[in-house]
């Protein structure tokens, strides 16, 4: 009798997830309900959340204090035990990679601008690239902010730079659309 009760006990160790294992678990739905604390409200609508969970998340944005915004945090990983995380790890993602696009885009813009200010080259590749762009106003804006760049520092407005970037940011959202930007915008190489 003695060996079939060391045989049941070495079979329920692997049975169920350790301790440690449960422990990480925890941490990992406590730190989604701190990603989810970042997500606007409207996104947070469509998750369908239980009315609990969503009140918590909406309690804990409105807490300042430091202490109680953790244990706030911890009753949303409890509160999260009972509900699939899937479906919220991919709202949370999806989120971000908006973000990251969004930021790229940016990043884009501002390379041409760059580009756009260095030479002339890069004017004609940027209407080659976008069809239908006001040749004459994006002339014109390259034109002043060449112009305040000439300048002493003390004396630049600033003001063509941001209307030349805005004209670019618009550009690009016309020709590539809300979702997408145009991946292959890489500085021309100078063999000089």
Do not use: C
């Amino acid at each position: 009798m003695p060996q079939h009760y060391e045989e049941q006990a070495a079979d329920d160790e692997f049975d169920r997830p350790s301790k440690s294992q449960k422990k990480r678990e925890m941490h990992d739905l406590q730190s989604l309900g701190e990603d989810l604390l970042a997500l606007p409200s409207s996104r947070l609508a469509p998750l369908e959340l239980p009315e609990i969970l969503f009140d918590a998340i909406k309690a804990a944005k409105k807490i300042t204090n430091f202490e109680g915004k953790r244990r706030q945090v911890q009753y949303i990983g409890k509160l999260m035990r009972k509900v699939d995380p899937e479906p919220l790890r991919q709202a949370v993602a999806d989120f971000k990679l908006g973000r990251a696009k969004d930021s790229l885009a940016l990043h884009q813009s501002e390379r041409w601008r760059e580009r756009l200010l260095d030479n002339d080259e890069a004017l004609q590749a940027f209407i080659a690239e976008h069809g239908g762009t006001d040749v004459q106003q994006l002339r014109s804006l390259v034109r002043a902010a060449r112009k305040d760049a000439a300048n002493e520092p003390e004396k630049r407005s600033g003001r063509a730079f941001r209307e030349l970037f805005q004209f670019i940011k618009a550009e690009n959202l016309r020709v590539n659309g809300p979702g997408e930007q145009a991946d292959d915008i890489e500085p021309e190489d100078d063999d000089e």
